[in-house]
């Protein structure tokens, strides 16, 4: 009988590499193969959460925000604002991301045995979630094999990202359809507290999110699936307010706390500062989210900085003539801060996308400002009282029917929101960053992360064989997707 132990090894040693151990007392359900016979499979549902946002979340710190120009480094922490990647540095994501989407596909096919189709809509909703954040961020990955360790497949191939894309639509929609109001849902459940309609609806906002992705691929008929949810909200349900939205509810106690809040100060923030882009971009639209992304500098103001320059042009920049440049804000630490896997935001901005595209019959304009709106709710603003129709109407900021108007505004939106923006970047070529100086990779934003070295290492021959299949293993090859 296959149990995780038994998996966990396997894609241990020859897939992942060494796991990172975790200490949280929910956690060792994993690592006992004598008590995970007899546990509900929901009982999966909370560490898949907890430790794969958090594997997510904390290299959107380190590195995502560094590419994406949220912040830009200063001081010798890590060269990613210059696209200088240590060769080790992939392997924390994948090998966290593999095993949380290693449990879920466990904790599908526990909830199956039992018949217990919302843990099982559950399950196929986090795997699809943490897969396409791996498929996004590396490009073809094993996929189809990569979850059969009872079958000692020592060696898994590479599927395309096509086929793994394809693979993770169907599973959304079958998780929608899985899902049953009328059925128990029992589970450690830390992003809806098993409320059935929401997990139905977080299905169908990832899946538009997912489809959107596809926009330049033409053979995956995303306008069309996106029509077929949009035309049938009572079977497709999406976010309709911020209630819905997928965030890591974290209640400041442990073990569920926010992990920022467990950091000093100088790992948080230290010689970060915000990115020229990031505050430029508020400045100009006088943005009321300001003080929750950004401390200010001592003359009162919001200030970034550019990225891409040298350590020594990067302090200079940061001592601006003695007034310093913006950090963090320090709200972010709080230990009971939530942070998103995705939002109501983010769904109304998709929206307007595709109303923008003529995919769906709808006004994009309407569609944006709901997804500016929502943003600032999220982010505990005053938006009533006339604060938004003001931002609404600032000519920097009303909609012109432009995908950079409609992009520049989700980058505000999507500030630690996993690598998300970095995603749309690639898709879209918004927002504008300039290119620094002092930059690697022949100038180019890095458009994938490269294979860990255990990969390289255990795989040889499948790893030899996508190389050559994807163009070459580097920072500068494109993912499937990708057609900017």
């Known amino acids: 009988m296959k149990t995780i132990s038994k998996m966990k090894l396997i894609m241990t040693m020859l897939v992942i590499g060494i796991l990172v151990s975790c200490s949280k007392d929910f956690d060792n359900l994993n690592n006992d193969p004598n008590r995970l016979e007899s546990v509900a499979p929901g009982t999966l549902l909370a560490p898949a959460q907890y430790y794969g946002h958090w594997a997510i979340t904390l290299r959107a710190h380190r590195i995502h925000n560094e590419l994406m120009q949220y912040t830009v480094e200063t001081g010798t922490l890590n060269d990613f604002a210059r696209y200088v990647f240590r060769e080790n540095e992939p392997d924390y994501l994948w090998t966290n991301l593999y095993r949380r989407a290693n449990d879920m596909h466990e904790m599908y096919h526990l909830a199956e045995k039992i018949k217990d189709v919302n843990n099982m809509g559950a399950a196929l909703v986090m795997k699809a979630w943490l897969v396409s954040n791996l498929t996004d961020m590396f490009g073809d990955i094993p996929y189809t094999e990569a979850f059969k360790g009872d079958e000692e497949l020592l060696y898994p191939k590479f599927d395309t990202q096509k086929s793994v894309y394809e693979s993770l639509l169907a599973d959304l929609k079958r998780a929608n359809d899985l899902f049953k109001e009328n059925l128990a849902f029992d589970g450690t459940d830390l992003i809806y507290n098993n409320d059935v309609i929401k997990w139905k609806k977080f299905s169908n906002a990832l899946r538009l999110r997912l489809l959107l992705r596809l926009s330049d691929r033409p053979e995956m008929n995303s306008s069309a699936e996106i029509a077929e949810m949009f035309n049938n909200p009572t079977k497709y349900p999406l976010f309709e307010s911020n209630v819905d939205e997928a965030m890591m509810k974290n209640t400041g106690i442990s073990p569920f706390i926010n992990t920022f809040s467990t950091w000093r100060d100088a790992e948080f923030s230290g010689n970060r500062r915000l990115g020229k882009p990031l505050m430029d971009l508020m400045n100009t639209t006088v943005d009321g989210r300001r003080f929750r992304y950004a401390t200010k500098n001592r003359d009162g103001g919001y200030n970034g900085i550019p990225s891409g320059y040298s350590q020594t042009q990067a302090a200079e920049f940061a001592v601006n003539g003695g007034v310093g440049a913006s950090t963090y804000a320090t709200t972010l630490?709080?230990?009971?801060?939530?942070?998103?896997?995705?939002?109501?935001?983010?769904?109304?901005?998709?929206?307007?996308?595709?109303?923008?595209?003529?995919?769906?019959?709808?006004?994009?304009?309407?569609?944006?400002?709901?997804?500016?709106?929502?943003?600032?709710?999220?982010?505990?603003?005053?938006?009533?009282?006339?604060?938004?129709?003001?931002?609404?109407?600032?000519s920097t900021v009303k909609f012109n029917n432009t995908m950079e108007r409609l992009i520049n505004q989700k980058y505000i939106a999507l500030f630690f929101s996993g690598f998300e923006a970095w995603n749309d970047y690639r898709r879209t070529g918004y927002p504008n960053l300039p290119i620094g100086p002092a930059v690697a990779n022949d100038g180019i934003l890095p458009r994938r992360l490269e294979y860990p070295l255990i990969v390289k290492a255990t795989n040889k021959e499948n790893y030899r064989e996508v190389a050559a299949r994807i163009g070459g293993d580097n920072l500068k090859t494109k993912v499937w997707w990708d057609n900017n």
Do not use: H
């Not at 998103?340 to 309407?366: H, Q, R």
């Not at 944006?368 to 982010?379: F, P």
């Open 333 to 394: 630490q709080l230990q009971n801060y939530p942070y998103p896997l995705l939002t109501y935001s983010e769904v109304m901005f998709n929206l307007s996308e595709a109303a923008l595209k003529g995919w769906i019959n709808a006004n994009a304009e309407a569609y944006y400002n709901k997804g500016i709106e929502a943003s600032w709710r999220q982010w505990n603003c005053t938006w009533d009282g006339g604060a938004g129709a003001t931002y609404l109407a600032r």
